[in-house]
């Protein structure tokens, strides 16, 4: 079976580069967590809020790259086909 280094790129609506770009991106900040992190278990008094930033700096530029804010093409294909589905059984109640 033939593996395209452009698939899972392609599933989240990115080129091949500007994944590696954030994915470089992602990489840099954990390692400069990690660091401030480690330094911090020894002496508590300094990078007090550095983990928290990090973690929020993170999910936030993930939350907003990509296809739809951070939804790949197959839970949007997998979110029609269960709108689709779902459209026969509805019904109305009454009282």
């Known amino acids: 079976m033939f ?7 392609n599933s989240v609506c990115m080129s091949y580069f ?7 991106f992602f990489s840099f900040q954990m390692f400069k967590g990690s ?3 480690l330094i911090h278990a020894f002496i508590p ?6 983990t928290s ?10 939350d907003s790259s990509g296809c739809r804010n951070g939804e790949s093409k197959e ?5 029609e086909s269960n709108e689709e589905s779902s459209e026969g059984d509805s019904y109305e109640e009454s009282d």
Do not use: C
Request: glycine share 0%; aromatic share 10%.
């Open 75 to 79: 839970e949007e294909s997998n979110e």
């Open 53 to 62: 930033s990090t973690t929020k700096l993170l999910k936030d530029t993930l």
């Open 18 to 24: 500007s994944h590696m770009r954030l994915s470089l």
């Open 3 to 9: 593996y395209s280094y452009f698939h899972h790129p």
């Open 35 to 37: 660091i401030t992190s």
């Open 45 to 50: 008094q300094l990078f007090i809020t550095s």
